[in-house]
Each structure stands twice: as C-alpha cells, then as structure tokens.
C-alpha cells in the first residue's frame, strides 16, 4: 500500500545528544517532507564532546524491529549507520534482502565525531562482503574510505582509486565525501560509468556532529521522494551545506548542524 507521505527507514545507533545518529536521521527526514521510521542497533550515552557508554542490542532485537516496521508501514528508502558488530551487520543485511528493500543508503560510520570507535574492527569485513553489495550508494568520508580500501587518500587523484575501489565492493555507485581535504566542500560521485563533483563553499563551523548522518538520510528522503540518484545528491548537499551554515552553538565541543534551519531563525548564541 501506498501512503499518503513516502516513508524512509534509518537502521542505526541512538545519540543521546540529539545530534547525530537515529536522531538526526529523523529530523532530516522530517525536515524533507518524508515519514521517517527507525531501527535502533545500540544506544550511546552521547554529548557534543565525547561517547561515553555504547549498550549494543541484541541482533534478534534489531531484526524484531525491522520486521515489525517493514510489514506494516513498509519503507520506500533505507539508510544505515552505526552497526556496531558484525552480527547486527550479518541480521541488517539479511532482512534487507528478506523484504527486497529498495534504495539502500549506506553510511559506513565507524568513528564519532569526538573520536570514539562506533564500529568493531571485526565488523569491517563484514561490513564490505554483506552490506555494501546491497546499497544503492554507499557515502563515506575519507578516514573511512581509507579503512575500507587500504589506502591513504590525499588527493583528488587518491579519492578517484579509493571510490573505484569501493565500487568494486560491491555497491551500485559511491559518494566519497571530501570534508577532510584541503579546498571547498567537494564530494566525489562515482556510478561506475562516469565522476561527478558535488561541490560546495566550506563552512567555517565547529557544529559539525552528525553531518555524515543528516547528508547520508537527505539522500535517502530524496530516494524515498522518487528522485534519480543524481537529484537525491544534490538536494542533499543543499541541504546539508545549509544546514551547516545557519547551525547555532550548542554545548562545549562540537555541536550539531541545524536540520530546522527552514523553520527555525538563527538567534545567534546564548550568553
């Protein structure tokens, strides 16, 4: 059945600072215009300076509540975040399947803004061989792009072998993005056929938690929205940058980008 709004699923881990993860996703989705739902992996006891506890779910937890969304409320899009361990990586990817979830947005996070591991190295295999076949597109940045092909990543010629890399992974395309090079903002898209540059102004911003995440699910609302992939990234990016640009401070480290920037005015920052 078909609903009135399009629906988006994020399969990922809680902040409890709001800024990032499960959180972030369903503002962005919101903030799009689309229903989001939610599968949550672990909860994290989270601020703008650093994770402090993960409590990982059980893998039959995770796959109770995708089964309990999908035949109901089904999804138009997915997006995956933090996964933690290889056995939540092994259930996500086996329900993906099980359901034939269509448009799989993969964010391969493994590290917190703050510097704290979010994905055990264990996982990493798994990660490539079960998930990434799957996606539709898989959104790395470039610490974790590096983790997935091997390799440094220092320039633009480094990104082009590290996406062509990943693509052979598995994935249907790849969007490397490029928030740690020198220079604009610029994302690199690779379809397996052709290279196209996302590019943006840098925002010169310390509220920079969940940005992976919040860029990762406007990619998917576009998805769930009906939009090619191509339009999906650029709205993203959009919306991202903007997201980044009007953010106002919260909390002592780095704070999260403003997903309500449409709605919410920028008051500047509290005494």
């Known amino acids: 059945m078909k609903w009135l709004y399009p629906v988006a699923l994020t399969i990922a881990g809680s902040d409890s600072g709001g800024g990032a993860g499960i959180q972030a996703d369903l503002k962005t989705f919101s903030a799009l215009g689309v229903y989001g739902a939610s599968v949550i992996t672990a909860v994290t006891a989270q601020n703008t300076l650093s994770v402090t506890a993960i409590h990982e779910l059980p893998p039959e937890i995770v796959a109770a509540q995708i089964d309990a969304v999908v035949t109901d409320i089904g999804a138009d899009a997915v997006k995956t975040g933090m996964l933690s361990s290889s056995l939540i990586i092994q259930i996500v990817a086996q329900k993906i399947r099980e359901h034939r979830l269509p448009n799989l947005v993969v964010d391969p996070v493994m590290v917190a803004k703050s510097g704290d591991r979010l994905l055990k190295e264990e996982a990493v295999q ?146």
């Not at 798994?126 to 610490?143: E, G, S, Y």
């Not at 994935?171 to 052709?194: C, E, I, M, N, W």
């Not at 903007?242 to 980008?257: D, Y």
């Open 126 to 271: 798994a990660l490539k061989i079960m998930l990434l076949p799957l996606a539709t597109v898989v959104t790395p940045n470039v610490p974790e792009a590096q983790v997935l092909t091997g390799r440094p990543i220092q320039s633009p010629k480094d990104a082009r072998e590290a996406a062509r890399a990943i693509l052979a992974l598995g994935p249907r395309s790849v969007v490397l993005k490029g928030g740690h090079l020198p220079g604009d903002a610029t994302d690199l898209f690779y379809d397996g056929h052709q290279f196209h540059e996302l590019s943006a102004p840098r925002v010169n911003t310390t509220s920079t938690h969940g940005t992976g995440c919040t860029f990762a699910s406007a990619i998917a609302a576009g998805l769930a929205k009906g939009l090619p992939l191509d339009q999906a990234l650029a709205q993203a990016k959009e919306y991202v940058t903007e997201a980044l640009r009007l953010a106002f401070p919260l909390g002592q480290g780095h704070g999260p980008v403003h997903h309500f920037y449409r709605w919410w005015p920028r008051r500047g920052s509290q005494p």
